[in-house]
Nanobody, 128 residues
Framework: HVQLVESGGGSVQAGGSLTLSCTHSGNEYRAYCMGWFRQGPGKEREGVAFISPYGTTTYANAVEGRFTISRDNAKNTVYLHMNNLEPEDIAMYYC???????????????????????WGQGTQVTVS
């Protein structure tokens, strides 16, 4: 059973930066597609950024150019580097994982949120 543990959330001023981390407990992390979702107050959950086992990435339009997703396979960890944060970024951020090598093709996520088998508990990001 895979467990995902997020960290790095917090409160920052608009224009500030935060980096979220998510550690995957499994032995085959390298085979997993990793991603970040978020759910803001009164909003539906939305995909933010995703990275395939090959390192290909895709981003939501709202964060393109401000957020960067990366993975460290030696540490079983995926990161979300968030710059120039805006009040619109206020949300609970969730890490998600699914064993899928081809989840990002030609810059497009091939999975739905329901396809992600494993989820973290979430970490709150607040922007004032």
């Amino acid at each position: 059973h895979v467990q995902l543990v997020e960290s790095g959330g917090g409160s920052v001023q608009a224009g500030g930066s935060l980096t979220l981390s998510c550690t995957h407990s499994g032995n085959e992390y390298r085979a997993y597609c990793m991603g970040w979702f978020r759910q803001g107050p009164g909003k539906e959950r939305e995909g933010v950024a995703f990275i395939s086992p090959y390192g290909t990435t895709t981003y939501a339009n709202a964060v393109e150019g401000r957020f960067t997703i990366s993975r460290d396979n030696a540490k079983n960890t995926v990161y979300l580097h968030m710059n120039n944060l805006e009040p619109e970024d206020i949300a609970m951020y969730y890490c998600a994982a699914n064993r899928d090598r081809r989840c990002v093709l030609d810059g497009v996520l091939t999975l739905e949120s329901a396809d992600f088998a494993y989820w973290g508990q979430g970490t709150q990001v607040t922007v004032s």
